[in-house]
C-alpha cells in the first residue's frame, strides 16, 4: 500500500497526455486503450510503458448517496483506498461529485510492460507521435509515476467519469430516468 504522500504526489503529478476521442457511453460498455509512460525511479534513462486497457461498464440507475462507489475490477486489491482518496482530494477542491450516483464500474484489463532506455522527453515524444500516425481513437497517452503507476490508471478513469458525467445525465434525463 502507497503513503498518502506517494499517493498525493501521483496524482498531482499524473498527467493525460491525449484524451481518447469519445466519452463513458450512456448505456453500453465502453474500453479505452491506455499507453502510461514512467520514469523508473531508481534508473536515469529508463522509461517504463505499460500498454493496457480499462473497460467502463454501463452506468447503472441513480443510487442513493449512501451507495456512491465506483466499482474497480482487475485492479490492485488496495486500489478502492487510492481511489477513495482520490475522490477526498476532489471533494476538498469543491467539485461536485453528485455523478457518481449513476454507479460506474471499470475494469482493467492485461497490462504488458516495456522497458526503453531513452530519455523520458524522447519517448514520450515517440509515443505522442505513433498516436498521431495511427490515429487510434480510443487511445489514451498518459504519463505518470512508476511505482504507484495505478493510481495513474485510477485518475484518469475518474477524469474520463468527470467528462462523461454531463452526457451521460443528458441521456439518462432523455430516456426519463432521473
Do not use: C
Amino acid at each position: 500500500m502507497h503513503s498518502p504522500d506517494d499517493i498525493h504526489y501521483a496524482l498531482e503529478t499524473t498527467k493525460v497526455l491525449r484524451e481518447p476521442d469519445r466519452r463513458i457511453d450512456t448505456f453500453g460498455e465502453t474500453r479505452f486503450e491506455f499507453q502510461l509512460i514512467s520514469e523508473l525511479m531508481d534508473r536515469t534513462g529508463e522509461v517504463r510503458i505499460r500498454t493496457g486497457e480499462v473497460e467502463a461498464m454501463r452506468p447503472r440507475i441513480v443510487r442513493p448517496s449512501a451507495y456512491n462507489e465506483v466499482e474497480l475490477e482487475g485492479f490492485d486489491p488496495s486500489a478502492r483506498a487510492r481511489f477513495d482518496k482520490l475522490v477526498e482530494k476532489y471533494r476538498e477542491e469543491g467539485r461536485n461529485l453528485a455523478f457518481l450516483q449513476y454507479g460506474f464500474q471499470f475494469r482493467r484489463g492485461q497490462v504488458q510492460e516495456e522497458i526503453i532506455h531513452d530519455s523520458m522527453d524522447a519517448v514520450r515524444e515517440r509515443v505522442l507521435e505513433d498516436i498521431r500516425r495511427t490515429g487510434n481513437p480510443s487511445r489514451a497517452v498518459i504519463e505518470g509515476v512508476d511505482d504507484a503507476w495505478e493510481i495513474s490508471i485510477l485518475k484518469f478513469s475518474f477524469e474520463m467519469i468527470l467528462r462523461s458525467h454531463e452526457i451521460n445525465a443528458f441521456d439518462f434525463k432523455r430516456r426519463g430516468l432521473i
